[in-house]
């Protein structure tokens, strides 16, 4: 297989995209049911789904990372030293938050002491008690680092718009599902 020096790999875009759409329907869900009457079904439905695409993402981050460290194709920036820097730290907090946000997810489901579910496929057992007491502390912070990666997120896609519109690089095109000759200038 022959791929392209300056874009990312395929199964790389294809997580990267699944990502951003996975955590941006889950922070709109919470958002959603919030505002819902408790026990209507469409609440419910909505909180039924969030945790099952919770662990799903969860799945999706663990084959990310390690496509990340043994496959994946990453095209080398043109970018100064200190920006690609500032670039590898702000990917390795999106990483970290996700994972710290899955991990908050499961550790708030346990300690709620309901059904946790995958698609109504099969349950996933608490391996350890969570005191119910954690409760609003755990969805608190389940909370907090959901905005975190919702601003980290939008910093990460202004930087890239920066990149296209007014440094006038590939950076945003070698990320971009398709043929690579999208947004062509």
């Known amino acids: 297989m022959n791929i392209p020096t300056d874009r990312y790999d395929r199964w790389t875009r294809i997580f990267h995209w699944l990502t951003a759409a996975v ?41 990310r990372i390690a496509w990340r460290l043994i496959a994946g194709h990453h095209p080398k920036s043109d970018s100064p030293r200190a920006l690609n820097l500032l670039a ?21 489901r346990w300690a709620q002491g309901e059904p946790f579910n995958f698609f109504g496929l099969f349950p996933i057992p608490a391996p350890v008690v969570i005191d119910h007491e954690w409760r609003g502390a755990l969805g608190g912070l389940h909370d907090n ?10 910093l990460h896609a202004a ?5 296209h ?8 095109r070698r990320m971009l599902p398709g043929s690579g000759n999208a947004l062509q200038k």
Not at 88 to 108: D, E, P, T
Request: proline share 1%.
């Open 165 to 172: 519109v007014v440094v006038g690089d590939n950076t945003l």
């Open 88 to 108: 590898k730290m702000a990917h390795g907090c999106l990483y970290l938050l996700l994972l710290a946000q899955i991990v908050l997810g499961f550790i708030f």
């Open 23 to 63: 955590v941006i329907f889950m922070f709109a869900s919470a958002h959603l049911w919030e505002n819902l009457e408790k026990g209507t079904p469409l609440r419910k439905g909505l909180q039924s789904l969030h945790i099952s695409l919770g662990i799903a993402m969860a799945l999706l981050i663990v084959v």
């Open 145 to 154: 680092v959901a905005w975190a990666i919702i601003l980290l997120a939008g």
């Open 159 to 163: 930087a890239a718009l920066w990149h």
